[in-house]
């Protein structure tokens, strides 16, 4: 009887251990914390703190599957961590702000329309897409600010590369500095908007590859696109 209570308590505190807690969205007053996540509704993206493999240092970042882990993003990319007591907050102005243990803030979203917000969540969307919108605004035209306008070193269906010529927000993939780095490397992948559009792969400033300009069907430098099932690609080219 008393081994059966010994095993009880044991796995009772393994479960509580090894159980990290995931929440579905944060609200201001609420904080995520080093070891909690935030899981889109349909499961397959996660948010939270992580380490890069041969790194001690604490990011804010999403993924894909646990094992192996597949970082698409992430938010403190340039200044990480030092421990795990990292905190995620939401200002009631819907402003995302990432704080370490002595309360500094090492990140924070920053809204470029400063609107005014009547109960500002963040989420983590199916689409991979974390989100910080009005509680019960989903009309994604509205959303106060969006992982998807401030890509890492991965693209995924449903974002967009290029520049917003009302917003001069210029939207490019960048390279990890290393593995165990995420901080901004030496190769970029954007859109130029000069003349015709076109796709370039650059180091620092020397433009390493063209994939040309856009033609209509695809970019004039690159092989005609297979009929993909997975994917398909859309150019947009107008005063905006
Ligand atoms: C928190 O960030 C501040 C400012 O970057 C830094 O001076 C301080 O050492 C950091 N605290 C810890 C525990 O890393
Ligand atoms: C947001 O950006 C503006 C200028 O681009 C800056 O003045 C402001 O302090 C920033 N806010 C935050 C919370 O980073």
Not at 79 to 100: A, K, P
Not at 221 to 234: C, F, G, I, Q
Request: net charge neutral.
């Amino acid at each position: 009887m008393a081994s059966f209570a010994v095993f009880f308590v044991c796995s009772f505190l393994i479960s509580i251990l090894t159980t990290s807690t995931s929440l579905e969205t944060i609200n201001p007053g609420q904080s995520m914390r080093d070891g909690e996540t935030l899981v889109s509704a349909g499961g397959s993206f996660e948010l939270g703190f992580f380490s890069p493999q041969g790194s001690t240092s604490r990011y804010l970042g999403l993924w894909l599957d646990k094992s192996p882990q597949t970082v698409l993003w992430v938010a403190n990319r340039e200044n990480s961590l030092s421990d795990n007591m990292g905190v995620l907050n939401i200002t009631t102005q819907g402003i995302l702000i990432l704080l370490n243990s002595t309360n500094h803030i090492v990140w924070s979203s920053n809204s470029s329309a400063s609107r005014t917000t009547q109960n500002p969540v963040a989420q983590l969307l199916d689409s991979g897409n974390f989100v910080v919108r009005e509680g019960n605004d989903y009309n994604p035209a509205n959303f106060l600010w969006q992982s998807f306008d401030h890509p890492c070193h991965t693209l995924i269906p449903g974002m967009r590369l290029g520049v917003n010529f009302v917003t001069r927000m210029d939207r490019f993939l960048s390279s990890w500095k290393s593995a165990e780095d995420p901080a901004r490397g030496e190769f970029s992948f954007r859109i130029d908007p000069h003349g015709y559009p076109q796709l370039l792969l650059k180091r620092g400033n020397t433009t390493w590859q063209r994939g040309g300009s856009w033609d209509g069907i695809k970019f004039t430098s690159t092989p005609r696109p297979k009929d993909n099932p997975v994917l398909t690609n859309e150019f947009v080219f107008n005063s905006k």
